[in-house]
């Protein structure tokens, strides 16, 4: 049964569209499983640059199909964007398949998600106010609007009138600020639902009927396992569950379908927006790292934070998502520097601590315990075989294996599909 489930086991932007990309060559189907358009992917193919926020990474090969399920929600506005920008550059959108399960991001979504941040004041989350938390909500409470009904021009009639109805009295009597307009809407939006009508499928049986003949089916996860809700440091987390089993609920599958999971982690650790990052440089090492990966958000362009690679976090990833294989993206970024850290437990009060807090209060307030090793000075990014590697280098990914316990098979040693390094093939 080759099913495989790609997560990323840091806070997001691991370079989980790279890994995707690369194995979305053996795939079938590739299927996104969670998260909206405040993900983003960057996917580099001979020189090209691009940049992916719904449409699943596996877009770039023709002969792919690929879905967004059902626990995606979903911005037709944005959908519709990304897949005319795709097709302007050559690339093939026929391919592509919408859950009928899925929820529909409106404009009401992302006015609450902004209004809903600047009440927060100084305990705002560092939400990208694409309305991404506000449609999750609404699946949750029972007034969303899912595809099915987006694309019945009837349905959606009716379903937005009563939730911008609702939604008004929420914008003008608890956040002071004016209503919405059904009929500045409704246009608009009902040309989108005619677009996206011919892509909309009931993506579940899809999914497990390419299964049942055997296909292979990757499924693949936006955002990382410490922004996931149940799992992360709530509440600086995201509003759906990026870690493997969300594949299941996201994608309409069983648990027993899942075959193999393999985590995405950076050589060291990013973060976007705010919340507690125990690992993190504020100065010219952490520039360095910022400067040399571009660490600058996919999707809204923010500088992420910087800092060394974290085992007390990834062993919890390792668990959270029992976790077969590791990919390991910008080993290249770390070049030059003469010493690298590894965190490998965490210190909180005098205590030496080695299991990811669920407290913020204490997470907030711990010391990373450090072990250095010496960098390497030598280019990497034409290595395409371990033993091209420098001495340093492998010690550096044998360490991390050490620490975690999971082999590292996929090695990423630039931003292009060809800069990579196979260990072991898993599909």
């Not at 362009?301 to 990919?327: E, H, K, T």
């Not at 620490?403 to 390094?421: N, Q």
């Amino acid at each position: 049964m080759p099913t495989l489930v790609l997560v990323g086991v840091q806070w997001g932007d691991e370079g989980k569209g790279k890994i995707t990309d690369f194995l979305a060559r053996q795939a079938d189907l590739i299927v996104r499983y969670n998260g909206g358009n405040n993900a983003g992917h960057t996917v580099v193919v001979a020189g090209q640059q691009f940049k992916l926020h719904l449409v699943p990474s596996g877009i770039l090969y023709p002969d792919k199909m690929c879905i967004i399920g059902n626990g995606v929600v979903v911005d037709p506005e944005v959908l519709i964007g990304e897949l005319d920008l795709l097709e302007s550059r050559g690339v093939s959108t026929s391919n592509l398949r919408i859950s009928s399960r899925a929820h529909v991001i409106l404009p009401y979504h992302r006015r609450l998600d902004f209004c809903e941040e600047e009440a927060k004041g100084e305990n705002r989350i560092g939400t990208t106010c694409r309305g991404i938390g506000p449609a999750y909500t609404d699946k949750v409470a029972r007034t969303g609007i899912r595809m099915a009904e987006f694309v019945d021009e009837e349905d959606f009639r009716a379903c937005l009138a009563r939730n911008i109805a609702q939604k008004n009295r929420l914008f003008q009597g608890v956040f002071g600020v004016a209503g919405m307009d059904l009929e500045e809407i409704l246009p608009s939006y009902l040309n989108y639902s005619r677009r996206l009508k011919p892509l909309v499928v009931d993506a579940g049986p899809l999914i497990n009927r390419a299964i049942d003949e055997g296909k292979k089916v990757l499924f693949e996860g936006a955002q990382g396992t410490l922004l996931d809700v149940d799992h992360g440091t709530y509440p600086y987390v995201t509003s759906s569950s990026p870690v493997a089993a969300g594949a299941c609920v996201g994608a309409g599958v069983g648990p027993t379908r899942i075959d193999r999971v393999m985590g995405v982690a950076k050589a060291y650790v990013t973060r976007v927006g705010g919340g507690p990052f125990p690992t993190e440089l504020k100065d010219a090492t952490g520039e360095y790292m910022r400067s040399r990966g571009g660490e600058y958000g996919t999707t809204t362009g923010r500088p992420r934070r910087c800092g060394w690679f974290d085992a007390v976090a990834g062993r919890y990833a390792v668990q959270v998502n029992s976790l077969d294989y590791l990919a390991i993206t910008k080993l290249d970024v770390l070049t030059g520097l003469h010493t690298l850290r590894l965190c490998t437990a965490y210190r909180y009060k005098g205590e030496v601590i080695t299991e990811f807090p669920a407290s913020l209060k204490v997470l907030e307030a711990c010391e990373p315990v450090y072990e250095e090793m010496p960098g390497w000075q030598e280019d990497i990014t034409r290595a395409r075989s371990y033993e091209d590697l420098p001495a340093n280098a492998r010690r550096y990914i044998e360490r991390i294996e050490e620490l975690l316990g999971v082999p590292a098979v996929i090695l990423g040693v630039g931003p292009g599909r060809e800069e990579t390094i196979i260990r072991r093939e898993v599909f």
